[in-house]
Each structure stands twice: as structure tokens, then as C-alpha cells.
């Protein structure tokens, strides 16, 4: 999961950059983006690469972003433009400042990552490694204190906290029962 944000980021910061693919590459780039996210919403969503360059235009203010064949345990991902944001804030070490709830999903599962630990990059014995990818929609709260009371336990069968007691504390809601 970790890599495919750090691609999310690149929508953020990196200028655009032409990307050299075909017609039918492109096809199967936005397939694969739109994977990501119900049919409600995929309909009406932007797709986007890493690199900055709009394959489809949105009018629904969701962006999907395909997964990258060249880099490892990564999924398709669709968020709103809250939750963009607060992707961005995480990869650049900021405080995310947003107000209300932004939603994510992640229909094709993700990539291996700590349950505690929101810039682990392999498993320790302390930071909760999660290697089981199951479908998933996202949320994050601008009151952490909300989550107060929503568990922190990622094989409890229903949603949890994932990065809890950090500025990244987020809600993960599995469509599918997830194991450890």
C-alpha cells in the first residue's frame, strides 16, 4: 500500500509528464484504475497516473489511480479529494488539516504494511506487519476523537483503525473478512 501512495503523492507534487503508451495501454490503465471503486463511482471519476497525466476526466470529484505493473504489491485506489489530501500530508510528514470525512477505496485489495507504524517499510516484531489484502474502502476523520471507541484489531472481522494514536489514524472497513 505504502508504494502505491508514494505514487498517489507524485499527483501532488510532480509535474505533469507525457507518458509514452498507446491507445490500448491507456484502455487498460483506466480498466484498472476504475477497478478500484464501485461502478457508481468509477463511472464519473478522473483517472490519473502517477506522474500527473489525466487519462479520463471526472466529474464526480473522485480520482483513480491504476496500479503500476513495474512496482510490487500495489493495488488500484480511488479517492476523494479529502482523502488525497491526507495521503499527501502523510507521504510529506505533515499534519493533515482537513475538515469532515474523506473515503477511499481499495476494491482490489493492497500491498503489505504496518497496522501502527505509518512509515514502517518491513515487519518488526512490535509494528503489526499485515500481509493479507482484502478489498477495503478507507475513511479519515478530521476528530480523531472519534475513533476512540472503533477497534485497532485488523482481524477483528469488521473495521479498525489502522495508525491509531498518530496524525494518519484512519478507518479501514474490509468488504470481505480479513486474517492476519
Keep these: 500500500m505504502r508504494t502505491l501512495i508514494a505514487a498517489v503523492l507524485a499527483l501532488l507534487v510532480v509535474p505533469s509528464v507525457a507518458w509514452t503508451q498507446d491507445d490500448d495501454s491507456h484502455k487498460k490503465m483506466i480498466k484498472n484504475a476504475l477497478s478500484a471503486a464501485p461502478a457508481e463511482i468509477a463511472g464519473g471519476a478522473k483517472v490519473m497516473l502517477p506522474t500527473g497525466e489525466v487519462l479520463q476526466e471526472g466529474t464526480n470529484g473522485w480520482t483513480c489511480i491504476p496500479d503500476d505493473p513495474e512496482v510490487p504489491h500495489n493495488s488500484p485506489m480511488c479517492l476523494d479529494e479529502v482523502f488525497l489530501g491526507f495521503i499527501g500530508a502523510w507521504m510529506n510528514k505533515q499534519e493533515p488539516s482537513f475538515s469532515g470525512t474523506g473515503l477511499g477505496y481499495m476494491l482490489q485489495g493492497s500491498s503489505p504494511g504496518s497496522n501502527v507504524d505509518p512509515f514502517a517499510t518491513e515487519p518488526t516484531e512490535d509494528n503489526e506487519w499485515m500481509t493479507g489484502s482484502v478489498p477495503h474502502l478507507m475513511m479519515v476523520v478530521s476528530d480523531l476523537s472519534m475513533l476512540e471507541n472503533v477497534s485497532t484489531d ?23 473478512p480479513r486474517t492476519k
Design 154 to 176: 485488523p482481524t477483528s472481522g469488521g473495521p479498525w483503525v489502522m495508525w491509531a494514536g498518530t496524525p494518519y489514524a484512519h478507518i479501514m472497513m474490509p468488504t470481505v
